[in-house]
């Protein structure tokens, strides 16, 4: 399985920008799918995720409103939608996928925080970079 993100870029504050991830190797649909971001000197941390026929999602707070994470699983891709970007926003966004199986199913029920941690997460790809400047 292979992850591949791809849609960043230089933008300013305010700013819009849409990240996409394209899955090889498996039908998405096996997968809920994660964003997390990391900038320079920081780690990895959770932005947005969304189960696997996408009826669920959840945020950090800190992307709350201004970010939504969809997917389309006849084109095996997830997006990221980034809206009224700021400069803390700037990071290598890495998507990730996780194998939806029942054990997970079972781990996410007793885990309010299971689809943030990293470890969760099977499969990732390379980071694409979003640079906002004010």
């Known amino acids: 399985v292979q992850l591949q993100a791809s849609g960043g870029g230089l933008v300013q504050t305010g700013d819009s920008l849409r990240l996409s991830c394209a899955v090889f190797g498996r039908t998405i649909s096996a997968f809920f799918m994660g964003w997390f971001r990391q900038s320079p000197g920081n780690e990895r941390e959770f932005v947005a995720s969304?189960?696997?026929?996408?009826?669920?999602?959840r945020y950090a707070d800190s992307v709350k409103g201004r970010f939504t994470v969809s997917r389309d699983n006849a084109e095996n891709t997830v997006y990221l939608q980034m809206n009224s970007l700021i400069r803390e926003d700037t990071a290598a966004y890495h998507c990730?996928?996780?194998?939806?199986?029942?054990?997970?199913?079972?781990?996410?029920?007793?885990?309010?925080?299971?689809?943030?941690?990293?470890?969760?997460?099977?499969?990732w790809g390379q980071g694409t970079l979003v640079t906002v400047s004010s």
């Open positions: 990730a996928a996780g194998l939806a199986t029942h054990d997970a199913l079972r781990a996410s029920r007793a885990d309010s925080d299971y689809y943030s941690r990293k470890d969760s997460y099977d499969y």
């Open positions: 969304i189960s696997r026929l996408g009826a669920n999602t």
